[in-house]
């Protein structure tokens, strides 16, 4: 019989394929091939009862390898696993490059999704190192209160001692950031020293002022009572820590120890307070750190779900934002240099009132790219006005245009947290 005529039928999995041997000539040297050039009777999966070839594989998949043999397009649908249709074309010697694109293409995603996930599922475990270290096996006192304490001052939602030392370590944070804001006021004093001088013909009288720093005690005192709480606070967790090598390698734990230092050195500084300016200066800006601390507990306090999906989407994109940054300063020497001989077009012997220097049209590059526009820089001739709005225009396309590639990225990756949490409440049941 003429291989054109001749039917060969497949039995993959229970499910009955049936087609002619010449379809499955198109590729020779394949198993498929094999099938229409051999005797039956030969063939080890040969069933003579029910006169089929019988493989115990996936039908589903085999029903796409078919299509391929008839069609010469190999397409596959965006349900179907990559490793399995791998497997698969593998065992029918059929290679994946033989894949369309635009399947390619959906299983390429479906497979980055899964590595996405794996490593977001990695990364939440790595972060709950700490806690899941406190079920070793110590019979010591400090191993007996270990767990307890430590899930007191890190997880607030445990018990109610923990949603208690949570709100106050909350209102002494607070407490310490409003008295941070109240000696800012101007606590400043102005002394009038009344100098007598000798001229050449009469003594005479002048009176001079001289700034005096006033600090008010009371605000140091009370600032006092919230750093102490903090040094209870930090040496606590730190002694009952599971793993301090891990506990010394977060930033917010060093935010805490900084926040103890600026009272003590103000109080080892006191006596220089009144004629050394700069010292209150360096304490006040050593005192963001309590800002910072506020920030800590935020995260705690929070499931942290939405903050973990920013952080890991502005990590995913951190090269997007390297070429962002570096196409905004190439605009900025551009149209600053272009802005520049704009203006001092009609000659350099007259200086421009704004645009004098490169530098000062930097800073005007910059604020117009970003569409602040503070006006306190701007071009006053025809020339200037031209780049001014040829340089509006290009910073909206530079700024507004990755706004949706951050907005998918942040969908993305929150669908991957949320599945991640279902999976561990899954887990949990």
């Not at 039956?40 to 069933?47: I, L, Q, V």
């Not at 800073?363 to 509006?392: E, F, K, M, N």
Request: aromatic share 16%.
């Amino acid at each position: 019989m003429d291989s054109s005529s001749k039917h060969v039928v497949i039995n993959v999995g229970g499910v009955r394929f049936e087609t002619y041997a010449s379809t499955l000539l198109a590729f020779p040297g394949t198993k498929l091939a094999s099938l229409a050039e051999i005797n039956p009777d030969e063939a080890s999966n040969y069933d003579p009862r029910h006169n089929e070839f019988f493989f115990d594989r996936n039908p589903k998949v085999f029903g796409y390898i078919l299509d391929y043999y008839r069609t010469k397009h190999l397409h596959c649908s965006d349900n179907i696993c990559r490793a399995v249709l791998l497997e698969e074309l593998t065992f029918w010697e059929l290679s994946s490059t033989q894949l369309s694109h635009c399947c390619w293409l959906k299983i390429s995603n479906k497979s980055q999704v899964l590595e996405d996930f794996s490593s977001w599922y990695e990364t939440a475990q790595n972060d709950e190192q700490l806690l899941l270290q406190t079920d070793r096996a110590d019979y010591s006192w400090r191993g007996r209160w270990q767990p307890k304490v430590w899930n007191h001052f890190q997880m607030p939602y445990s018990t109610p001692t923990s949603k208690c030392v949570t709100a106050i370590s909350l209102l002494f944070t607070i407490g310490a950031i409003t008295i941070f804001f109240e000696e800012t006021k101007q606590h400043f004093s102005y002394i009038h020293l009344n100098q007598t001088q000798f001229s050449e013909y009469e003594p005479y009288h002048s009176f001079q002022q001289e700034m005096d720093f006033e600090h008010r005690s009371y605000l140091l005192y009370l600032e006092l009572v919230c750093v102490f709480w903090f040094v209870f606070e930090f040496c606590t967790r730190f002694f009952f820590c599971p793993n301090r090598k891990e506990f010394l390698k977060s930033p917010l734990n060093w935010v805490d120890f900084l926040s103890l230092l600026p009272v003590f050195v103000e109080l080892m500084s006191r006596g220089y307070m009144g004629s050394m300016e700069i010292i209150w200066k360096i304490l006040g800006f050593m005192r963001i750190v309590y800002i910072l601390k506020l920030f800590r507990l935020v995260m705690l306090i929070e499931s942290s779900l939405v903050l973990r999906v920013l952080s890991g989407t502005l990590r995913a994109i951190t090269h997007e934002i390297f070429v962002l940054l570096l196409i905004l300063a190439l605009e900025t020497l551009l149209f600053a240099t272009l802005a520049f001989y704009s203006e001092c077009i009609e000659g350099f012997q007259n200086r421009h009132e704004f645009f004098d220097d490169i530098y000062a049209c930097c800073w005007w590059a910059i604020i117009t790219l970003t569409t602040v526009g503070y006006g306190d820089i701007y071009p006053t001739t025809t020339a200037g006005r031209i780049v001014s709005s040829l340089a509006a225009i290009s910073g909206i396309l530079t700024i507004v245009l990755p706004i949706p590639m951050l907005i998918i990225k942040f969908q993305y990756y929150y669908s991957i947290a949320l599945a991640k949490e279902k999976l561990k409440i899954q887990q949990k049941l």
